[in-house]
């Protein structure tokens, strides 16, 4: 007989040893419960918890709308409330079409994993998100990393491939706003360079979607429309419930629903979560005072956290590099029994050595919570 005990131990001891290895280097994760005031959600409006969403999600059930969808929205799970919260997408960003995800991950990687074909060539900045290498890792097209926001080292990339017998089209990925360092993409630089070598620019729009721009509609509002521009606009941040919205040419989200195997081959995102978003859009449009709200506190935390050695970065993000793992995490375990909700970050997250304390400005927080965290900071440090 065989003993299956002894075939899972012998399979599972990698898995150990791996475990371990991240374990003797400070770098093993663990879940922890919610607990200490917030700052380290992406709840940059506070709309997760607010009675704007809950309303929203208890009239769509009393409505009739289902909480499931049932199957993919290929097969019967294409419910009315998607549809309604793609066109209202649509318009409010500007965009010709919009096509929801059930998270920003995903649509993330479908993105790069659909879009670029064989032949084509994808430059992306070497600080883009993990959703995206995935992408670029299932990609027919090869991909090639550019300095962080330097899109001239983009266009040294394209003309390189130019010279070396490339014919396809490029496709520049970069972000509007970097969820690790708070800082903004030169955004007008890679239209231009989008512009000159008839390439494609995907931005993902994560962490500015709900805070900056018109209305909160990003920091690529301006370029929302364009031919040659696909924006990606995670649900589950500012806007409070979850999943992602491309938007973009409307040829390009059809041949994401008949290509991409992430959309085709997923259970639709619940109906209620559509009423939800399509919630939360209205709150941008109506209650602009909330972005008003949290750049007030962004300048207030500037000035008492940037003290403590907090990078300012202008956005709702600050981090404040420690470089050693284990004291990143040590930091941030006692930061959060004073009872502050900052989380420590280390590699492969960030770049070795950069390991680092991630402070997240919300409006779950005031300045009293700031002048607190900032209090025992400075103790600490």
Known sequence: MIDQDRMA??????????????SAIDRRRRLIPIAGRDFSSNDYLAL???????????????????????????LRGNHAEHAALEQEAAAFFGSEAALWFGSGFAANAALLATLPQRGDLIVHDTLIHASAHEGMRLARAP??????????ASEDAIARWRREGGTGSPWIAVESLYSMDGDRAPLDDW???????????????AHATGVFGPDGRGLAAAYE??????????????????????????????????????????????????AAVRAALRVLQDEPARRVRLAALVDYAGQKLGRMGATVSGSQILPLIVGDDGRAMTL???????????????????????????????LNVDEAAIDGLADRLEQLL
């Not at 131990?9 to 991240?22: G, N, Q, S, Y």
């Not at 059930?61 to 969808?69: F, K, M």
């Not at 006692?334 to 997240?360: E, H, M, N, W």
């Open 332 to 362: 941030a375990a006692k930061v959060q029994a004073a009872g502050f909700d900052v989380r420590g970050i280390r590699p492969p997250t960030v770049p070795a050595g950069t390991a680092r304390l991630r402070i997240s400005l919300t």
């Open 143 to 152: 991909a090639v990393a550019a300095g962080h926001n330097d899109p001239q």
């Open 225 to 274: 429309g364009r031919a040659n521009v696909v924006t990606l606009r995670t649900c589950g941040k500012a806007l409070g419930s979850e999943g992602a919205l491309v938007c973009g040419p409307a040829l390009v989200c059809d041949f994401l629903v008949n290509r991409a195997r992430g959309f085709i081959f997923s259970t639709a995102p619940s109906p209620v979560m559509a």
């Open 48 to 74: 997760s918890g607010s009675s704007v969403l809950r309303d929203a999600v208890t009239d769509a059930i009393a409505r009739g709308v289902p909480v499931g969808s049932g199957g993919s929205r290929l």
């Open 191 to 205: 239209i231009v360079v989008a512009d000159r070598h008839e390439a494609m620019l995907l931005i993902d729009e």
């Open 9 to 22: 131990a012998r399979a599972l001891r990698p898995i150990a040893a791996d475990l371990e290895a991240l």
